[in-house]
Antibody
Framework: EVQLVESGGGLVQPGGSLRLSCAASGFTFSRFSMNWVRQSPGRGLEWLSSVSSTSRYINYADSVKGRFTISRDNARNLLFLQMNSLRAEDTAVYYC????????????????WGHGVLVTVSS | DIQMTQSPSSLSASVGDRVTITCRASQSVTTYLNWYQQKSGTAPKLLISAASTLHSGVPSRFSGSGSETDFTLTINSLQPEDFATYFCQQSYSFPRTFGQGTKVEVK
């Protein structure tokens, strides 16, 4: 059974840092691209970042570029999101999501999501 | 960035109704369009990929159609467990973008 379990959320002051982790199990982690997506009442679902299976390709949303860093450890089946210079508007539930890419058509989608972890940025 | 616009933002329906949700992209995404269902307090769940491909385990009352910029999610004979929020998402280009969601409520 595919499982994605996020951790590392919590309350942090503006300007602070936090590192989220996503522990993957039930599939060959090293074969899949992974993503971080967040959700807040005011901003809906917002894709933040993706990392390819070997970490060769990484993409970020403009809203987090330069502040957040995605990484992965395929040996330990872990995905990370290092979040620096946090702002109040970063307050959200953060999800990790597996990216399934259809090899023939190239279409891709998020087929498994973690349960999410709450990050609150407040003084 | 490709903007995704869903309509309506919410709708009220009864069990057994046919429900249609639309999603419009600000530019062509061909068929790189996915639909997700989210129930309160839980993560989104994939329903449909590539505009019309039903994900494994999703009931056949759900269907998707469309291409380029205009897409539709249809729920035939709405069931009690279908009251939720539905999101479209494009995977044509980065950044990936989602629609704002359509909440399907009990009438």
């Amino acid at each position: 059974e595919v499982q994605l379990v996020e951790s590392g959320g919590g309350l942090v002051q503006p300007g602070g840092s936090l590192r989220l982790s996503c522990a993957a199990s039930g599939f060959t982690f090293s074969r899949f691209s992974m993503n971080w997506v967040r959700q807040s009442p005011g901003r809906g679902l917002e894709w933040l970042s993706s990392v390819s299976s070997t970490s060769r390709y990484i993409n970020y949303a403009d809203s987090v570029k330069g502040r957040f860093t995605i990484s992965r450890d395929n040996a330990r089946n872990l995905l990370f999101l290092q979040m620096n210079s946090l702002r109040a508007e970063d307050t959200a539930v953060y999800y990790c999501a597996r990216d399934l890419v259809a090899t023939v058509t190239g279409e891709d989608f998020f087929d498994y999501w973690g349960h999410g972890v709450l990050v609150t940025v407040s003084s | 960035d490709i903007q995704m616009t869903q309509s309506p933002s919410s709708l009220s329906a009864s069990v057994g109704d046919r429900v249609t949700i639309t999603c419009r992209a600000s530019q062509s995404v061909t068929t790189y369009l996915n639909w997700y269902q989210q129930k309160s307090g839980t993560a989104p769940k994939l329903l449909i990929s590539a505009a019309s491909t039903l994900h494994s385990g999703v009931p056949s009352r759900f269907s998707g159609s469309g291409s380029e910029t205009d897409f539709t999610l249809t729920i035939n004979s709405l069931q009690p467990e279908d009251f939720a929020t539905y999101f479209c998402q494009q995977s044509y280009s980065f950044p990936r973008t989602f629609g704002q969601g359509t909440k399907v409520e009990v009438k």
